[in-house]
């Protein structure tokens, strides 16, 4: 009972992130045209874009999407940035490291599969959700032949065959789909990137988690993504350093990524 | 007679048909799958195994620079903000812009670990415009997607964009520089530039 209290908790909350985010949108759109204006009305030429329209950049294709998604919790996002950036240099990454050494890459393949086999009612439901029966059908004799010829996930015998291999899908994919906009960004501790409307579908999608229905105590639960967590890093030790060298603000980069990464996502 | 027309008929459509996309599809692909094996080539020879890291990248950097597009790519980089840049600052950005892609992604080029490219799809973005799709496979077999968005110049093929995992260059540059130029004028964005390009490893 409690914990439903909770959820529901979470939910209105994050309902609450979502909703107001198209008036903030159309506020924050209102004050630049506003901005524009003045500056146009003090003869300030150097901001005079117009003239872009009609030159040879005109083609363009990247133009109306500079903008991406809205970011009105800037401060807390930016603190939540500062975080998992520590938590990361800090922690998973020694730890990852470590794991890395002691543990052969076979086994750590193996771990891989096995959780990414579980998580297969996640994808299956929501390329259903979605409409995409073809893929839905793909998933399932992905998972048929990892559990039966895979032993349980272990191997990912599928991958050998092409009409199998599918992209991810999860709820904040079918919300998208539905036609939901992203809402705001939001930094998640822990997690990272997201939007309004895909931490809702990450929420729900814990549901789908067969952790949640197999493992009663939260403690298990918590070992487990954890677990998986050092083990996924594993294979991923200098990713994000690149990235952040990368880049001249890390903040906006990965921001700016992780839109457009979704966006391919949700096209798929 | 009649019939022997619709036999002509049937026979250029199927010329058409079987030519066409090919001769069509070609150009961009080959251009870029013979420079991506130039560079393949360099990372694979034996002799070059044992040579130091500037060789390489000396040699790399040859083949990129004939790909890429480096006015192109910077000038879509900054997008409309490009004309609030003075010719001298524009050649100055270019050369900037590009030191930094080269600093950052020499070591990801050359810790090559046998990854396979394979060529999906060309599709059409525009007049003058495709973009090539590929797969890199990596060692454990994970799938990149990865896609050169390609510009035709003069009748010759070149590189304006990279979009991995649906991620592109220069949309992304787009929304650093742009924050930056909101903010500051063109010169301290030079300046910016200029210390990120000249400092050593700053990644943790």
């Given amino acids: ?268 | 007679m009649e019939r022997r027309r619709i036999g002509w008929i049937f026979l250029i459509c199927m010329v058409v048909v079987l030519l066409g996309p090919h001769v069509h599809a070609g150009a961009p692909t080959e251009t870029i799958q013979a420079r991506i094996n130039q560079v393949l080539e360099v990372l694979r020879d034996p002799a070059l195994k044992d040579e130091a890291r500037e060789v390489k990248v000396e040699k790399i950097r040859a083949i990129i620079n004939e790909i890429f597009d480096r006015t192109e790519l910077s000038r879509r980089t900054l997008g409309r903000d490009w004309k609030k840049l003075s010719a001298e600052q524009q050649n100055e950005f270019i050369d900037l812009f590009n030191r930094l892609l080269e600093k950052v992604y020499a070591d990801r080029v050359l810790n090559y670990a046998g990854e396979k490219v394979v060529f999906e799809k060309e599709s059409e973005l525009g007049r003058d415009k495709v973009e090539v799709q590929t797969n890199i496979i990596t060692s454990d077999n994970k799938e990149i997607p990865l896609y050169y968005r390609m510009i035709s110049k003069n009748g010759q093929w070149a590189v304006y964009d990279v979009i991995i995992e649906g991620v592109s260059l220069v949309k992304n540059y787009r929304t650093q520089f742009g924050d930056i130029l909101a903010k500051k004028p063109p010169e301290e964005l030079l300046e910016i530039l200029r210390k990120k390009v000249n400092e050593g490893d700053t990644s943790s």
């Fill in chain 1, 1 to 268: 009972m409690r914990t439903r209290l909770a959820i529901g908790l979470i939910l209105a909350l994050f309902g609450w992130l979502y909703i107001p985010h198209s008036a903030v949108a159309s506020a924050v759109q209102w004050s630049n045209a506003l901005a524009q204006q003045n500056q146009e009305s003090t003869g300030d030429v150097s901001s005079n874009d117009d003239e872009y329209e009609d030159d040879e950049y005109a083609d363009d294709e990247y133009d109306d999407e500079t903008a991406l998604i809205a970011d009105p919790l800037y401060g807390f996002n930016k603190g939540v940035y500062y975080f998992n950036d520590k938590l990361y240099f800090w922690l998973l990454k020694p730890v990852a490291r470590g794991y890395k050494a002691v543990v052969p890459v076979e086994i750590r393949t193996c771990i891989r599969n096995v959780a990414d086999n579980l998580r297969f009612p996640i994808r299956f439901v929501n390329a259903l959700l979605q409409g995409k029966v073809r893929k839905a059908g793909s998933e399932f004799g992905r998972f048929f032949i990892n559990s039966v010829v895979g032993l349980g996930g272990l191997a990912d015998i599928a991958h050998n065959y092409p009409a199998l291999n599918t992209s991810q899908e999860d709820l904040g994919q079918t919300f998208a789909v539905w036609g939901f906009g992203n809402g705001l960004y939001l930094n998640l501790p822990l997690f990272g990137p997201s939007s309004a409307r895909d931490a809702i579908g990450r929420l729900g999608d814990t549901f789908l988690d067969p952790i949640w229905w197999l493992i009663d105590a939260t403690v298990t639960r918590i070992a487990i993504r954890g677990g998986e967590t050092v083990n996924e890093t594993s294979f991923r030790i200098g990713d994000y350093e690149a990235l952040k060298e990368a880049a001249l603000d890390p903040y906006i980069a990965i921001r700016n990524a992780y839109v457009q990464n979704r966006n391919k996502l949700i096209q798929e």
